[in-house]
């Protein structure tokens, strides 16, 4: 019991550590606002807003490229390209083309061997565009009237190759609630913008939702073939750009870009499980690492908790109960405050730290799942398409014996 006791209290320890790392990165969190009324500022650049769509009817392209079509910036184009969808997202796209002679839709081709779907989408999008700047977005954002300006206003203020800008997540659902905070709360720790954006810190951020590029930089790093075989196609992107020297930059953004990637746990789940073993770069060190971090750090606490006020006392002896008791509990209250606190700037019911417990447990099976279709061969799925299951190209960084297909 006296081990038990003490790994408690050191739980606590590093709860006191992530409660300073959490309130330091909020109070320094900034937000990117839309940008004041237009001013005649001579021609302004041709940006190329490029829209990869697979299956996303049931979703929201109409009111994306409505909001892109509507934005106040004064000159642009919209590639869309409808990466063989199997549902009506082609016919919607056709039907906003045929209103507004600024928006093109492309049919996409099969996906040649050695690509994955986004990227080879991306790179029949960019083929096509004409524009100076660069911007890859998804199907499911949707954009302020000034989103556009914005950004292309602040990468000229700040001299800057490439703007990534984090949208406002929006959960409705339960498990979206639950879950989507968890992650926030990790970027908003592990990706501080001022990392991000310093020139000599190799930290690099880059989300597909808002991604505007300079056309020469992107081009200067082989555009979209630079990360053809990745399925963090954006932050793999960036890092590429980044360590080609481009100037990186990265705001948050929840008043110009807002999107609501799942509507419900089988969505969740599946995008997750296709990225997660890709974030930990397919190492399985690290994967356990992060498996026994979460298990002990962010679960143990609330079950030594439970477990040392419902044993009665006759049987772990009362000093016991209490020693042990004490710091499990400190250590789940402070998590579930300091998710309280990352929730209110999401968006998300305060009373939803309370599952925090049940958000990691859940993270931990996404990551199991992830790194198991891939080891394994089985492969994984993302809208429809199997991707990294034996027999196709290998995940970068992985060795021969693992190998993935098409998505």
Known sequence: MSYLIQLAWLIFYVWLLGAALTLLSLARQRFLKPAGPAEDVGEAPLVSVLVPARNEEGRVPAECVRSILAQDYGNFEVVAVNDRSTDATGRILRSLASQDPRLRVLEGAETPEGWLGKPHALRQALADARGRWILSTDADIIFHRSALRTAVGYAQEHSADAVTLVPRFEAVSFWERVFIPVWDWGALIFFPVELVNHPRSPLAMGLGGFFLMRREALERVGGFAAVRADVLDDMRLAGVLKKSGARMRAE??????????????????????????AILGFSIPMTLLMLAWIIFVAVLPAALAAVSFVVPVAVTGEGAWRQLFVPSFLSWAMSASLLALVNRRVGVPAVYALTTPLGWLLSCAVIVGSAYG?????????????????????PPGRRAGVQRGRS
């Open 374 to 394: 891939v080891l394994s061969g089985r492969g994984l799925v993302w809208k429809g398409r199997k991707f990294y299951e034996r027999g196709g190209v290998r």
């Open 252 to 277: 948050h953004a929840p008043g110009l870009v807002r999107t609501r990637m799942y509507t419900g746990l089988a969505e969740l789940w599946e995008s997750a499980a296709k990225n997660w073993f």
